[in-house]
């Protein structure tokens, strides 16, 4: 399917790995010119690189984009886009005894006010234009709680709400704006949740992945080319009527009627 959207210009934060990087790479290979972000410099330039050979131009910046500065030295160079994916890392696991004001402030800032505020800067652009497609990478969290992520459920819902507003503002300008939520996907992030598995229960990771993957109906974890292609589409000129949603991605773990 040709998704409409080849010499679009987008912007992917946290996309040198995982995720991101498969919305990147998915956007690339539908001809987006793409304007890359991640803290390490190895894997951005690795990733650039195959998003280059797939035949469009990419800019890379490093930054940490949780940070003010960060999000600015992003922005500048990004300039005019048309396409916003917003990632970051997400928070780390605990439980709700052990944090405090800082940690709470400190996943606020990364999975709610970044997002936010990226959109802040590039939709009065898009809706100047009439088209625009933001898709914000939250988590499987939002709509049933993980206890071990009480840092992401608190944050991402707090996202889900500004997002749930805000994508009907700017829909009569021909912008949309949906939040895509990862269950278990199998990059960096999973392994060092199921890391934290293997620790805590002194059990393999062999053991903590089947017991994760027996809870799940596709009984996988996602893939970051499968995630990516879901963005792309959504990102695409097929997607215009897609406005404020909440799509799982989860192979079917998060057990509801709606
Ligand atoms: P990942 O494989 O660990 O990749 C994270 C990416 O974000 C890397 O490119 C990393 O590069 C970049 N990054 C992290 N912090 C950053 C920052 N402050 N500024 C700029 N770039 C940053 O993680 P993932 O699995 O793709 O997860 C992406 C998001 O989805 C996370 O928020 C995660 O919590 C959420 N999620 C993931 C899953 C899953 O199963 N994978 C499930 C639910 C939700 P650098 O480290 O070099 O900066």
Known sequence: MDLGIRGKRALVTAGSKGLG??????????????????????????????????????AAVVADITTEAGRAKVLQ???????????????????????????YLAAIEANMLTPILLMKA?????????????????????????????????????LTGFVAGAAR??????????NLLPGIHDTDRALSLDGGV???R?????????ERMAGIPARRYGSAEEFGATCAFLCSQHAGFIVGQNILLDGGATVSTL
């Open 202 to 210: 002194g059990i393999t990771m062999e053991e903590a992945r089947a």
């Open 21 to 58: 990087r498969g919305c990147a790479l998915a956007l690339a290979a539908a001809g987006v010119d793409l304007v890359i972000n991640a803290r390490g410099e190895a894997a951005l330039q690795a990733t650039a690189l195959e998003a280059r050979a797939l035949g469009v131009s990419v």
């Open 122 to 158: 590039v939709l009065p652009g898009m809706m100047a234009r009439g088209w625009g497609r933001v898709v914000n990478i939250t988590s499987q969290s939002v709509k049933a709680p993980i206890a071990a992520l009480g840092l992401s459920n608190a944050a991402r819902t707090g």
């Open 198 to 200: 293997v620790k805590a």
């Open 77 to 103: 160079v990004a300039g005019q886009v048309d396409i916003l994916v917003t990632n970051a890392g997400g928070p780390p696991p605990g439980s709700w005894e052990n944090w405090g004001r800082e940690d």
């Open 169 to 178: 503002q700017v829909a009569p300008q021909g912008v949309t704006i949906n």
